[in-house]
């Protein structure tokens, strides 16, 4: 497993500033007049004044000056002034055709939750549904800053087709159930196997069993050696709450991570979402994983359900695993803001240590970048505005009276901006949304068509449930 960096502490000079030289014709795209957020060789924060970001062939070229950019050729330009540039939010969990199911299991306890409303519900799931779905959440992703989610869930092939159409990145994994027979990992594998590299590389996949508690250990060994032997991640749910790692205790002898372990699942490049029923006894597991282990921590759900604890964040960084900021599904969680997820992390942290100089805002802006980048898989080319990395940034308006004045531009950044600040969303230099206008999603006919669905999407009188939940 390879170690984080070290968390931002104090303010730093940028050191990635430098471009490529050399290169002939226009740029594709000039952003000027911005503050950039950019990251020193330790992976700590700065901040680059009156800069201009120059894009060609969807990777960032150099970050420079204003007026070093206004020179610049080319395609296309951007006026940023009064905006900050930040690479652009990760939502490293998620289930994204979930939102059709926002505000349907309300109040209610985790059991009830899934066994009285949504697993029937996701027994009348259709591709039609899902498709719907998942064209809703990328809208609402991009207009709040994000461009890449990972997402694990049914019918995965119409998602994989939204992300080709939207121009959104993604981590996409087909769920399955032990109760599915040899069918449900044989799915998954097939579909990662076809869609990897799916919408000109911007979609990755992942093998997705759905937790310890419904997939048995000879799945999750099988699981295990199919990612080892084709180079795949796994991205699961495990100890998402103490009860299932207490009822894990009582019945197999060993927490859900321990599960992990003995099945060779954390000898992979594992994703866990959640995590806040990890033990103290379980980080030396995670810490000898034999592959790339990630934790993708959704606090809003956590508060909703009044689960106790929250994730970890602070011991899994103390022994190299980085942790990622999530949503989770619209269902638990009503929102895919990862903005609001960044300053709960933040504020539920300083109260669970009972430290407030624990998760600073800079901290918090490394997880939402440099660390989110590392859960999914794609630290190496993405949550960076630097030469050569992939041109997946968001533009943030600073000039509304709730984000005057900045005294701590960080602070203002994850305390005082809303995702309503997001004025641009570019993934791969493809602008997706400019000044607050979504360009690759028709948001009134998805709302028309999913409205017209949900009486028989939302159905319970069939008395049919996907899933039995039990822990």
């Known amino acids: ?60 070229d150099s970050v420079t000056t204003a007026a070093a950019g206004a020179s610049v050729p080319a395609a296309d330009r951007i006026d940023a002034r009064g905006q900050v540039a930040l ?30 409303v949504v697993w029937p519900v996701e027994s009348n799931l259709t591709g039609r549904d899902v498709m719907l779905g998942a064209r809703l959440a990328c809208a609402e992703m991009i207009r709040a800053g994000v461009t890449t989610f990972a997402d694990s869930y049914f019918h995965m092939d119409a998602v994989a087709e939204v992300v080709d159409r939207c121009g959104m990145r993604a981590q996409l994994g087909q769920a399955y159930f032990s109760s599915q027979g040899p069918e449900g990992p044989a799915a998954s594998l097939d579909f990662a196997l076809r869609r990897r590299g799916f919408a000109g590389g911007r979609i990755t996949t992942a093998l997705a069993p759905h937790a310890p508690y419904t997939v048995v250990d000879a799945d999750l060994a099988a699981t295990a050696e199919l990612a080892r032997d084709h180079g795949l991640p796994v991205h699961l749910h495990a100890a998402e709450n103490r009860d299932q790692t207490d009822t894990s205790l009582a019945r197999h002898g060993v927490t859900p991570i321990g599960v992990l372990e003995r099945t060779g699942v954390l000898d992979t490049d594992v994703l866990i979402a959640h995590g806040t029923g990890i033990t103290e006894d379980d980080l030396p597991l995670l810490a000898r994983a034999g592959g790339r282990t990630a934790v ?42 990862v903005w ?34 590392r859960a999914v898989g794609l630290g190496d080319s993405v949550g960076r505005i630097a030469p050569g990395w992939r041109a997946d940034l968001i533009l943030v308006d600073l000039t509304g009276p709730h984000t005057q004045p900045v005294h701590d531009l960080a602070a203002t950044l994850v305390h005082s901006a809303r995702s309503a600040d997001v004025r641009t969303t570019i993934v791969d230099g493809r602008v997706l949304m400019r000044d607050r206008e979504l360009l690759t999603v028709d948001v009134s006919e998805v709302v028309r068509e999913l409205g017209e669905r949900l009486p028989a999407l939302t159905d319970r009188g069939h008395g049919r449930r996907i899933q039995q939940y039990d822990t």
């Open 1 to 60: 497993m390879t170690p984080s960096s070290p968390e931002p502490t104090e303010p730093t000079e940028p050191t990635e500033a430098a471009g490529h030289a050399g290169h002939a014709g226009p740029a594709d795209l000039v952003i000027s007049g911005c503050t950039v957020l950019v990251h020193d060789d330790r992976g700590r924060i700065g901040f680059e004044q009156d800069a201009a970001v120059v894009v060609r062939g969807g990777v960032v």
């Open 87 to 116: 690479p652009g939010l990760i939502n490293c969990h998620t289930h994204s055709p979930m939102v059709a199911l926002r505000g349907l299991a309300e109040d209610l306890p985790t059991e009830e939750w899934f066994n009285d």
């Open 296 to 337: 993708a921590t959704a606090p809003r759900g956590y508060l909703k359900f009044g689960w106790p604890g929250t994730t970890p964040v602070r011991a899994l960084r103390d022994i190299g695993v980085p942790v990622g900021l999530a949503t989770d599904g619209a269902a638990s969680n009503n929102s895919l803001d």
């Open 340 to 373: 609001e997820s960044m300053a709960l992390t933040s504020l539920i942290q300083k109260s669970t240590e009972g430290d407030p100089r624990w998760l600073t805002s800079r901290q918090a802006l490394h997880h939402a970048t440099v660390q989110s980048a």
